[in-house]
């Protein structure tokens, strides 16, 4: 029982942190219907730029952990933001309208580049970093078994809440998030009412890149080592989450990564950790051929 | 009227389609008779499309029946079957409003595709081609003298070897019935033909619609065109948001007062709006 | 809005924007000391990076300006290099079979892998650049046909030849279970899928030691016999050496695996060619311009896509098998999504569907990094650039025009312009 409630407890910070790269995937596929299959390095580049700030700033001797976490995700997200917002206009905007798997290939080839480029120039190694929110809540005791709620996971969960929050106010409140949901109905017509399309898609990437930067910085504090290959698996799963979501329903995507990261901690817990990949994997093949349109997802007529 | 009425071909037997809580067709009967042209028309938004889409498999409808009998008796319950099927044995074929040619391939290769069952077969699906064994030769001959048939009456034989996408509008609308008839239906569903044509062009359509009903394969189209549907059909189906407001002959169903009314947008304005989405 | 910028104020915002780019990235590297993590500066690689894309942007403005005053004919390149294709494709083939004779050892084995791609390459052309499916998992099927004739050789003591069909035939049976669920997906989907299952695969090659003994690997796979003739350091009876009394060599052994990988390429091509004028062929490639259209005409989607994917798969395990004994070892480790991703950079920079371009593509991409050690690092980061570019530049890739499978006259030469792709 308390190995399960520590499960649940670790499933579900796992989980909002693939909630949060989920949101990137499924508001691209929502406005331009495309897997932005880059996403997962921008994951993993938010990772290295939390890395290098927060090493940047011990040696400003800026070592006051609330200043420099804050500093850092606000650095992180800008800097990614910046990547988001290049990796669209220089690999995915020229395409739009050209045939079907151009920007599929486009954005494979991209994920390729940023991978590659990291591992060439940060090197090859696994990057460890100490904890630097130690310690936690100790919930209970039984059968001398601690089931543990670190103060990390408190600061990731609420993190992820604020993020989140400001996210959806961002998308339902303000006028940049009424083009974006405009743009998601029906780009064309959008574009012919005047809003800015571009301009919008661009902006959908840079909020996308943001909220993966965090995700980032959240998996570097929780996990404490990064390297170049993080964003593939990382980047499937996500995916994975918003699939099972149904793809392009925000809400679905966090509740679809809580569902996989549950899975997965659960999975990794009592059959195989080896095997907890193939899991993720499977769940997301069972998702697409099984139940399409996910979770909360919309169910599209075909137009013939 | 006349009296000998030819056996059904089609029979449509309360026919409802539904996407969410929107009924795009309502309980809609009708049948189409073998030998002749039936046409579907109806104001914008009243469910033509939609008819032809459960017609030929590619929506599965939400209830009634769609059955097809063959000349030899041979019947079939279309909205069981699965959409290549429908095509194939029930010998359903379709057009689209916006045509759909395989447009990087030649005009001749479209009309190849179009007899791929029996192609497929005489290369022993595939194994036998590969190796130059069977009767793979003589099927592709027979093919070919049939797409060449086909070049001919749709006057395309110069463009044979030019890329479907290059022809001119009217062209690539006679190219997609010409290869929905190198299936061999019995049933040829056409999606607004003459939608796009200059007169002259949908004069030619019409000499080629007649020619195929002449030849023994019955047509059912939806059209915009009231030249055309006056002019060669033999029976009209009148739709509106859904149902069937009228059905008979060409000069009845211009004097039907439901009609009149449906085309003069006198319906009622609550209903018209919510079925306008539905295209 | 970018237009009314000028060249130079806009090759500045983007200099700007590299900046912000590449000075953490590349201007701050990471390194692992004995108390955590250490930074070092590098302005001067920022500055060279800042500087190029300054002035990589300004050329490329400027010459977008001159070139708008003089309208390209578009295509034109690709038709007048069709006309030439006539010649380089038996020329290539000449050169391929004489080359034993032309070139060193090291050469060969660079002629060997180049050719393993080669056929990879075609073997994934049916699939993606026919019939239009974007399959990310193919090395799985290259990883089945390795696995297979591995294990089936070790098991049975069968030699290379009695194995290849069968490791050819797991695959594409592979391909079948796998397409069978998946093939019913909207094209992004089953890319997405594939890649999870070549994954899968790897993953389960790596753990399931008993079978495949896990990360450590198999070795000692037998090496492929000239009608029963082998190849060894000896002139033994039953060898090539001591059959033909020459002096043993272990040239001998890379002549003969070339020229074995060289028939299973052309076996490759060869099928290729002969479905692409059936219709077989012709459907795959109807089904890649217009699915709605072809479900219409009574063809079953599924199983004509199925077809697609169990040939690709067969000839994807052929090589999986001829790189197994090519190695005499192999493990998880050569299976990975950079492979999948290499073979689609070959078949998506040729051009998809050409069977050409697919040769000079592999030779530049994986003979050109061997050849310029350098680059060798930074191989994977120019596949991806290259990518990108291509897509941008030339969708279609570098021989982007389609010759009809069948024609009544003397057949027109398509360009990509109609070959247009993705209603479905």
Request: one cysteine or more; glycine letters at 12%; proline letters at 5%.
């Amino acid at each position: 029982m308390a190995y399960a409630l520590q499960q649940l407890i670790n499933g579900i910070t796992l989980g909002l942190i693939y909630g949060l790269i989920a949101v990137g995937y499924t508001m691209v596929y929502g406005i331009i219907g495309m897997i932005n299959f880059a996403h997962g390095d921008v994951f993993m580049i938010g990772a290295f730029l939390s890395l290098i700030a927060l090493s940047g700033l011990a040696s400003f001797g800026i070592t006051a952990v609330p200043l420099a976490l804050a500093l850092t995700l606000v650095f992180a997200a800008a800097i990614a933001a910046l990547y988001g917002w290049t990796i669209e206009r220089v690999a995915y905007r020229p395409l739009r309208g050209s045939f079907r798997l151009a920007p599929l290939i486009s954005a494979i080839g991209m994920s390729i580049t940023l991978q590659n480029f990291v591992q060439v120039s940060q090197g090859a190694r696994v990057k460890p970093l100490a904890p630097l929110i130690p310690g936690g809540l100790e919930l209970f005791r039984e059968a001398g078994f601690t089931v543990l709620l670190s103060w990390m996971q408190i600061a990731i969960a609420l993190t992820t809440m604020i993020c989140l929050a400001i996210f959806t106010w961002l998308v339902t409140r303000t006028p940049l998030g009424r083009a974006m949901r405009a743009c998601e109905q029906d780009l064309r017509m959008s574009a012919l009412l005047g809003i800015d399309t571009d301009r919008t898609i661009g902006l959908t990437f840079v909020i996308g890149a943001a909220l993966a930067a965090v995700a980032g910085l959240l998996f570097l504090l929780y996990y404490g080592a990064i390297d170049f290959y993080i964003g593939f698996v990382a980047g499937v799963k996500a995916f994975t989450a918003a699939v099972l979501g149904g793809i392009g329903s925000l809400p679905g995507a966090v509740l679809g990564g809580l569902l996989i990261g549950l899975i997965e901690t659960f999975w990794s817990a009592y059959f195989s950790v080896q095997y907890k990949d193939v899991a993720a994997f499977s769940i997301l093949a069972i998702t697409l051929i099984f139940l399409p349109t996910g979770l909360l997802g919309r169910v599209d007529v075909e137009k013939v | 009227m006349n009296p000998p009425a030819p056996a059904p071909l089609l029979e449509v037997v309360d026919l409802t389609m539904r996407f969410g809580g929107l009924k795009a067709i309502d309980q809609l009967s009708f049948v189409a008779r073998r030998g002749e042209i039936t046409a579907v028309i109806g104001p914008n938004g009243a469910g033509k499309t939609t008819a032809f889409n459960c017609i030929t498999g590619f929506y599965r409808p939400s209830s009634g029946a769609l059955r097809l009998t063959h000349a030899d008796g041979r019947a079939f319950q279309l909205e069981r079957l699965p959409g290549h099927r429908i095509a194939r044995r029930a010998g359903v074929a379709r057009t689209f409003q916006n045509i759909r040619l395989f447009a990087g391939m030649t005009v001749l290769e479209n009309l190849l595709v179009a007899q791929h069952a029996p192609l497929m077969a005489a290369t022993g699906f595939g194994v036998l081609g590969v190796l130059g064994l069977g009767g793979y030769a003589a099927a592709e001959r027979r093919a070919i003298a049939k797409a060449r048939a086909w070049l001919e009456r749709i006057d395309l034989m110069a463009r044979a070897d030019a890329p479907a996408g290059a022809l001119p509008y009217g062209a690539q609308r006679r190219l997609e019935i010409a290869r929905a008839m190198c299936t061999d239906p019995v049933l040829l569903c056409l999606d607004e033909p003459a939608a796009g044509l200059n007169p002259r062009e949908s004069e030619e359509l019409n000499t080629l619609l007649l020619r195929i009903r002449d030849d023994g394969c019955s047509l059912l189209l939806i059209e915009h065109d009231m030249g055309v549907v006056m002019r060669i059909s033999d029976h009209i189906i009148v739709l509106d948001h859904g149902r069937k407001i009228s059905d008979g002959t060409p000069a009845e169903v211009r004097a039907d007062p439901h009609v009149i009314a449906a085309y003069l947008g006198e319906g009622d304005e609550g209903i018209e709006q919510e079925t306008e989405s539905v295209a | 809005m970018t237009r009314a910028k000028t060249p130079l104020v806009d090759a500045f915002l983007s200099a700007l924007i590299a900046l912000g780019l590449f000075a953490p990235m590349v201007g701050l590297v990471t390194g692992v000391g004995p108390h955590g993590i250490t930074l070092t500066a590098r302005p001067r690689a920022v500055l060279a990076l800042v500087a190029a894309v300054f002035v990589g942007r300004l050329a490329l403005r400027l010459w977008q300006a001159q070139r708008r005053l003089v309208p390209a004919a578009p295509g034109r390149f690709a038709i007048s290099f069709l006309a030439a294709a006539r010649y380089i494709g038996p020329a290539l083939l000449a050169v391929a079979l004489v080359l034993p004779a032309l070139v060193g050892r090291a050469s060969l084995d660079l002629g060997v892998l180049v050719l393993t791609y080669v056929m990879l390459g075609w073997g994934l052309n049916i699939v993606v650049g026919l019939a239009g499916l974007l399959d990310l998992g193919y090395v799985a099927f290259y990883a089945v046909g390795a696995y297979s004739y591995a294990l089936i050789a070790e098991a049975s003591g069968l030699g290379f030849w009695s194995c290849l069909p069968v490791a050819g035939l797991l695959a594409a049976l592979w391909g079948v279970t796998l397409g069978f669920p998946v093939l019913r997906l909207r094209g992004d989907y089953l890319a997405i899928v594939t890649l999870a299952f070549g994954e899968i695969i790897r993953i389960v090659l790596l753990n399931w030691v008993s079978l495949t003994n896990g990360p450590n690997g198999i070795s000692g796979i037998p090496r492929p016999t000239l009608f029963g003739l082998r190849f060894t350091a000896g002139d033994g009876p039953g060898t090539f050496a001591g059959f033909f009394h020459l002096a043993p060599s272990p040239a001998q052994r890379v002549v003969f695996l070339y020229y074995v990988i060289l028939g299973l390429a052309l076996l490759t091509n060869w099928v290729t060619i002969r479905l692409r004028r059936q219709p077989l062929g012709r459907v795959w490639e109807a089904l890649r311009e217009d699915e709605i259209a072809c479900r219409s005409l009574g063809i079953n989607v599924t199983t004509t896509k199925l077809t697609a994917f169990a040939v690709g798969a067969f000839f994807g395990g052929i090589a999986g098998a001829f790189f197994a004994t090519r190695q005499g070892f192999i493990s998880p480790e050569s299976f990975t999504f950079m492979e999948s991703a290499t073979v689609l950079a070959i078949v998506v920079l040729g051009g998809m569907g050409s069977q050409l371009g697919v040769v000079l593509a592999a030779v530049v991409m994986i003979g050109g990094p061997e050849l310029f050690r350098p680059l060798a690092d930074d191989r994977m980061l120019i596949f991806g650039l290259a990518l990108v570019v291509m897509m941008v530049l030339r969708p279609r890739g570098l021989i982007s025009v389609r010759t009809p499978s069948i024609a009544l006259g003397k057949g027109e030469i398509i360009t990509a312009d109609f070959v247009t792709e993705g209603h479905g």
